[in-house]
Nanobody
Framework: QVQIVESGGGSVQAGGSLRLSCTAS????????MGWYRQTPGKQRELIAGITSGGNENYSEYVKGRFTISRDNVKDAVYLQMNSLKPDDTAVYYC????????WGQGTQVTVSS
């Protein structure tokens, strides 16, 4: 059973930056294609960024050019650098495989004020 821990969220003003981190126990993240997801109340969780074991990145149109996903395979961690944040980025952010495990972490809340 995997236990995922996301951290780094917070409250920022529009235009600000945050860096999210993801670690896990029970699985080695370095062996998987990992992704960051986000969810707002009443909406489905959406995949916004993914990264392969080799470091190839992919982004949704909503975050491309502003967010950067990365990974440290030594620390077995995944990160999301979020720049130029907008109020529409307000959500709970989750980390999971791109083909997700059934188990999700608690997520980390990101709130962007205008």
């Amino acid at each position: 059973q995997v236990q995922i821990v996301e951290s780094g969220g917070g409250s920022v003003q529009a235009g600000g930056s945050l860096r999210l981190s993801c670690t896990a126990s029970g699985e080695m993240l370095r062996t998987y294609v990992m992704g960051w997801y986000r969810q707002t109340p009443g909406k489905q969780r959406e995949l916004i960024a993914g990264i392969t074991s080799g470091g190839n990145e992919n982004y949704s149109e909503y975050v491309k050019g502003r967010f950067t996903i990365s990974r440290d395979n030594v620390k077995d961690a995944v990160y999301l650098q979020m720049n130029s944040l907008k109020p529409d980025d307000t959500a709970v952010y989750y980390c999971n495989k791109v083909m997700p495990w059934n188990d999700w972490g608690q997520g980390t809340q990101v709130t962007v004020s205008s």
